[in-house]
């Protein structure tokens, strides 16, 4: 979920209130949330992340 306060954008958990990172712009925050989104995703399906390098 994403809430602007103060100015900023922030993403929080749904369900904890937890704080994953303020933003200047909704779209950083957007880029953020689906990034969280995906590794819930990739947690539950038991995949890794690809390294880059």
Known sequence: MIKKIGGKYVVLSETTGRRF?????????EKRLRQLEMFKHMRKSGARPRRRG
Do not use: K
């Open 21 to 29: 990172g303020t933003y200047e712009t909704r779209e950083e925050a």
